[in-house]
């Protein structure tokens, strides 16, 4: 059962432009909802974060919008680089018993290219 | 500030066998999770330790265990080894805290013959 769906699967974008990744997931449970970056042979790093009682959180080049009652949230990367390419996951948690248990999509594959 | 260190980084192993995999959390974390990563797929939560505890368990069976010591690291034992045991296996480490960002390793690559 996949809770949280991602898409697209893969993503091509030039370099400078606006790279979008989307996300919705079903359970109203979840109350924390963090975006990784990982690249070949590395673990996932955290890129941003956001709480549902916040509509939007921008870092840098990247921005989080969130839309509670439809429950989706994306990812907005701004001036995308070639160093951006890599695979994002979002991800989603529930706090039980001591700690934040993740659930996370199904990963895109972004491109950036000169 | 070191953050989540793995040992090893790459094993090799034949069916049949058990593994154990090694994990120090990041400096002032005491919550610890393990997820199993296959190739092109996103993590895959496991289990998760807290206060030398396990809390919370995903869809694994019991071949899958592990152990948190009283410093916070925590070990990953899987018994029985399978082919589709190949995967990289990830430990990300957090506060107690509701809403708190968890820290991941770079993990380990373990291979079944």
């Known amino acids: 059962q996949q809770q949280v769906k991602q898409s697209p699967q893969s993503l091509i974008v030039q370099k400078g432009g606006i790279s979008i990744i989307n996300c919705a997931y079903e359970?109203?449970?979840?109350?924390?909802f963090p975006w990784y970056q990982q690249f070949p042979g590395k673990g996932p790093a955290l890129l941003i974060a956001i709480r549902p009682d916040v509509s939007e959180k921008k870092e840098g080049r990247f921005t989080i919008s969130f839309n509670k009652s439809a429950k989706q949230f994306s990812l907005h990367i701004m001036d995308s680089q070639p160093g951006d390419s890599a695979t994002y996951f979002c991800?989603?948690?529930?706090?039980?018993?001591?700690?934040?248990?993740?659930?996370f999509g199904t990963g895109t594959q972004l491109k950036v290219e000169l | 500030d070191a953050g989540v260190t793995q040992s090893p980084t790459h094993l090799i192993k034949t069916r049949g066998q058990q593994v154990t995999l090694r994990c120090s959390p990041k400096?002032?974390?005491?919550?610890v999770s393990w997820y199993q990563q296959a190739l092109g797929q996103g993590p895959q939560f496991i289990f998760q330790?807290?206060?030398?505890?396990?809390?919370q368990r995903g869809n694994f069976p019991d071949r899958f265990s592990g152990h948190q010591f009283p410093n916070y690291s925590s070990e990953l034992n899987v018994n029985a080894l399978l082919l589709g045991d190949s995967a990289l296996y990830l430990c990300?480490?957090?506060?107690?805290?509701?809403?708190?960002?968890?820290?991941f390793g770079d993990g380990t690559r373990l291979s079944i013959l």
């Open positions: 359970n109203t449970a979840f109350d924390y």
């Open positions: 991800a989603a948690t529930v706090f039980t018993g001591g700690g934040n248990k993740l659930t």
């Open positions: 400096s002032g974390h005491d919550t």
């Open positions: 990300a480490s957090s506060p107690s805290r509701r809403n708190q960002p968890q820290h």
């Open positions: 330790y807290y206060e030398e505890e396990e809390r």
